[in-house]
């Protein structure tokens, strides 16, 4: 689908819930909200939107549909890699089970019942956020050694990676290193998971580098078969998932201007917000202009 139809195809105001489906729903996170369908599973992207680990009282409209077209474009780039959780043929999985709303089809995935990994696979190519912040400590990055003099925004020798805990929703993720992930994971698993991962990074990297944006660092969710088989699942390469910034504003030493919901937070830390439940309200403007960056990364990869 072209990124002109997925634009028109934006609702007027933000879906911040779904209801009315004829499933049983099993989850609900930040963003998605995931139902039984018997031999699958159906992943729905709302337009919640969530800053430092909190759900806030507006969320974004479309930007469910847009993160859902986006990872689709990016499950079909890497399939070569990897496989994923997708079922095949989504329009003919949405007609036999009755969903016809255009809307909530743009918004949802119908996959496969895997086993997640119970860690976040992140992958870094710059210097950037809390790794930058570790680096200027430390000189490290979640335990890996960086070459001295490096600068905010620089990009790394080579893509590192450096993967999380998953924390239950509203606690915050906290780095594991090479050693904890194998314990985690077992050994044979983790070095699968880290390698897919690294390889993941580079090809987005290439991909969005020949769209005029950069990705700087991204994280990747990983599911297993009954075979042990590994699937790359959830959401993949998006705004939400993924550090991306327009080349041709790029510099070194500072912090460059991303397709996020940067406005957002940049709000938010203005109001001196203590990052603790009930959020404040976002204005109209930081809404559309959010709205605004996560499409723009959408036409730049649909060219």
Known sequence: ????????????????????????????????????????????????LSAFDVILPEGIPGKGIILTQM??????????????????????????????????????????????????????????????????????????????????????????????????????????DDAQGAATLGADLYAQVKAKSLELYCLGHDRARAAGMILADTKFEFGTDAAGKLHLIDEVLTPDSSRYWPADS???GVSPPSYDKQFVRDHLLALKWDQKPPAPHIPADIIARTQEKYLAALRNLGG
């Not at 990897?82 to 949405?94: G, K, M, S, T």
Request: charged residues 25%.
């Open 71 to 176: 990872s689709l474009w990016w499950f079909r780039q890497t399939e070569a890699l990897i496989a994923n959780h997708l079922i095949p043929d989504q329009e003919r999985e949405f007609a036999k089970r009755g969903i016809g709303s255009r809307d909530l089809r743009l918004r949802s995935m119908i996959v496969r019942k895997l086993k997640p990994l119970p860690i976040e696979c992140v992958a870094r190519g710059y210097l950037i956020g809390s790794g930058w912040s570790s680096y200027q400590k430390t000189g490290e990055v979640c335990g890996i050694k960086l070459p001295a003099g490096l600068r905010q925004a620089d990009r790394l020798p080579q893509p590192i990676f450096t993967p999380t805990t998953k924390a239950p929703r509203g606690q915050h993720d906290e780095p594991i």
């Open 250 to 252: 790029y510099r070194v």
């Open 1 to 48: 689908m072209r990124s002109a139809d997925i634009a028109a195809a934006l609702p007027p105001a933000a879906v911040t819930c779904i209801e009315g489906l004829p499933f049983p729903k099993i989850a609900s996170g930040k963003v998605r909200e995931i139902f039984d369908l018997g031999d699958a599973l159906l992943l729905v992207a709302t337009d919640r």
